[in-house]
């Protein structure tokens, strides 16, 4: 993948996770702050573990993971958008009470 | 002879000592492979560490294997189980990556150099030393260990397998 190319992603994935933190912001009335955007390409597996890691280590073992799935009127993208709340953010206390 | 392949994943020990097995940790980012090999029993161990210590748990972990100062240890002792020479293991590591070195991630840990530096520590302390290594760098790594030969391998994303 190029540079164009990862720039794009980067975007593509600031924009999704922007507009989906903002529903949830609305919906839980905390407020959530997005970080700069960044691509790894690598085996699944090694990034999301080494995500893990970072979040786990000072915190809880459990993780939420919400899954999605891209779709509008004539094509569905095949990819997963996943959402690795920081266990620290104030989102959590949301997840906690449900 | 079919390979078995058997999956190590993230927080587990398998050891083994049938020659069709082969043990493989499947995308090491951060995370740690350690593995023991006794060449004259035929016994291989690997472990998969997450994390490098349960030190900055509040709690007592539930799973010590996902710390590679509580797994290590854990894993020798059940190599030694199933028949496996302390003075004869072969001793290997693998992973502990940088995978999150992007501008984007702030306040990361350095999680794969200190899982790669606690498990040379352990091994040390124990009375190991390494016979071979691939550590670090940004990439994720698979490795595999060969229970009937001994021989271990290490894949990156796009690339052939390699001994190690």
Known sequence: MDDVAQSAMAEIGNISVASFLNILSDQTGHSIVPSPPAVIIDMAASILSAVAANTMEFASDKLIILDTVFKDADRIIQAKFWVLPNPDANIMQYFKAK | ?164
Do not use: W
């Open chain 2, 1 to 164: 002879m079919a390979d078995n392949m058997r999956s190590v994943s993230i927080g587990q020990i398998v050891v083994s000592n049938s020659v069709a097995d082969v043990l493989v940790a499947y995308g090491l980012g951060s995370c740690v492979a350690v593995s023991f090999y006794d060449p004259q029993r035929k016994v291989g161990g690997m472990l998969h560490a997450l994390l490098p210590s349960a030190a900055n748990k509040n709690s007592a972990p539930d799973n010590p294997a996902k710390f590679v100062d509580l797994g290590v240890p854990l894993l020798l002792e059940q190599v030694l189980k199933l028949g496996a020479v302390q003075e004869r293991l072969v001793v290997r590591i693998c992973g502990g990556a940088s995978m999150l070195t992007s501008p984007g991630f702030k306040n990361t840990l350095n999680i794969g150099e200190r899982n790669v530096a606690t498990a040379r520590k352990v091994l040390s302390q124990l009375g190991f030393s390494i016979k071979a290594q691939d550590t670090g760098g940004n990439s994720g790594r698979t490795a595999k260990l060969y229970v009937a030969t001994g021989e271990m391998t290490v894949r990156t994303m796009g690339q052939k397998e390699r001994p190690l």
